[in-house]
């Protein structure tokens, strides 16, 4: 076999491939024998009729349409492997020469990974915020937990307050018509939660036990029932029960209660700890977040449209699946929006063109940098996902083998450790780079 390799565009090659006569032949003859197993040609067994027999019968374009199956994919990638390009989009393929006695001569043009063009990528000067637990925000995640611990207590008398819990049951009327989905018995409602409609649970304050009393508000002018939406309602409702939050004392005893600290003073500290801690993985990530987005901004590259439509497909596949998760399909989660598939596809392109260009940019830096992973490394960060998950390191490879992400998997590693080497870096003096650009080796000659 023989590739020719012409860059025809910016990111688009072609490969002229030519697969020997010789070969080209045999394909011919194992399709005949193939054919001549499947079909009767008198004076002969299934399978045992010759080549020229078969030809007779099913044409000679038949068999040698059922011979290039077998040849044009295998030759295709070994194209690839031996021009060293990194295809990023399925290949046109154009028929050039399909005769018998001679070369099989095809073309395949495809889209190619782009180049790279770095810009500034050390000493960008993103600035990391300073760690600070205020004395208020520790006193608020103390009042959430006293809230979350609180003793709910039955309201025999008196009316209903914001944060109370009320049982009621409704029922909606649209024109003195009542309708679908409008009515519910014994419904726990947290008044102030926000999860009723616009309107309803300030209406309930001030009602009592037993009582009944009509709540008048307005559908949201976008609300996933067309009936509903920008329509005035009435729902009557009765109110059953009340409950009411009876906060315990912040003090040792609290603590003994909640946690494995004998006193407040501990359980404060213990919290205030936490939540360092938290802040700290909150800055730091936003920080490795914003280095990362400068380097990628400074960078130039052109995307392949191929590149952005494939990745298009794969959000939208996971999206797919997880809607079908909760048995939702695509369809209704599109009326729910007001919009079509076609529509929501164009809303993620902005999404994956910035998810491409940052693994490209960081790509490019890993090896200008020359950042890679052993075997050795691999199998560390394996450990590592074994202990967080609870699973065994060879199953966890045969999972990936599996799905065939062990390469993604490998990748993923050098793309944190390059994060880490642009974090770490970032008050460096900026690298000269007017003619010292970077571009992802897409294995064409130019």
């Not at 600070?132 to 520790?138: F, Y």
């Not at 404060?268 to 939540?275: F, L, P, Y």
């Not at 993923?412 to 450790?417: K, N, P, Q, T």
Request: aromatic share 6%.
């Amino acid at each position: 076999m023989a590739v020719k390799l012409e860059k025809i565009e910016k990111n688009k090659v072609s490969l002229e491939i030519i697969i020997d006569a010789q070969d080209f032949s045999l394909a011919i003859d194992r399709a005949a024998k193939k054919a001549a197993g499947e079909i009767n040609i008198p004076g002969f067994r299934k399978g045992k009729a010759p080549r020229n027999m078969v030809e007779k019968v099913v044409g000679l374009d038949y068999l040698q349409n059922e011979a290039l199956e077998p040849l044009l994919g295998p030759a295709y990638v070994q194209a690839i492997e031996e021009t060293a390009i990194e295809p990023v989009s399925r290949p046109e393929v154009e028929l050039m020469q399909v005769e018998d006695g001679k070369d099989l001569v095809f073309k395949a043009i495809v889209e190619v990974k782009p180049e790279v063009e770095l810009g500034e990528y050390l000493g960008l000067g993103v600035e990391k915020e300073a760690v600070e637990v205020t004395e208020e925000q520790l006193e608020e995640e103390l009042k959430r937990r006293q809230d979350q611990h609180a003793k709910l207590v039955s309201l025999e008398d008196g009316v209903i307050q914001d944060k109370d819990i009320a049982t009621i049951d409704f029922e909606g009327f649209l024109d003195d018509v009542p309708f679908e989905g409008g009515k519910a018995e014994n419904h726990e409602l947290a008044i102030g939660s926000g999860s009723f409609i616009p309107g309803f649970e300030e209406q309930l304050i001030g009602a009592r036990p037993s009582q009944e009393l009509d709540v008048n508000v307005r559908f949201p002018d976008e609300y996933h029932s067309k009936e509903l939406e920008g329509k005035d309602v009435i729902f009557k409702v009765k109110v059953n029960s009340v409950k009411r939050k009876e906060l315990v004392p912040l003090d040792d005893e609290f603590a003994k209660d909640v946690s494995e600290f004998d006193t407040l003073a501990e359980l404060k500290e213990d919290i205030r700890q936490k939540m360092v801690t938290a802040a700290e993985l909150k800055i730091n990530n936003e920080f490795r977040a914003e280095v990362v987005k400068k380097a990628t901004e400074n960078a130039t590259v052109e995307i392949p449209e191929g590149m952005i439509e494939s990745r298009i497909e794969n959000m939208m596949r996971d999206m797919q699946n997880s809607l079908s998760q909760q048995g939702i399909t695509m369809e209704q989660y599109c009326q729910y929006l007001n919009t079509d598939e076609v529509q929501l596809k164009e809303s993620h392109k902005e999404q994956a063109v910035a998810g491409i260009k940052t693994e490209l940019v960081l790509e490019a830096i890993a090896k200008k940098e020359e950042i890679t992973v052993s075997d050795e490394d691999v199998e560390n960060e394996m450990v590592k996902l074994s202990e967080q998950y609870g699973r065994k390191v060879e199953e966890l490879k045969q999972a990936l083998l599996a799905r065939g992400e062990l390469e993604w998997f490998k990748v993923g590693i050098v793309s944190d450790r390059t994060i880490d080497f642009l974090a770490e870096n970032n008050g460096e003096e900026k690298k000269e780079t007017t003619d010292e650009t970077e571009n992802t080796d897409t294995g064409i000659k130019e």
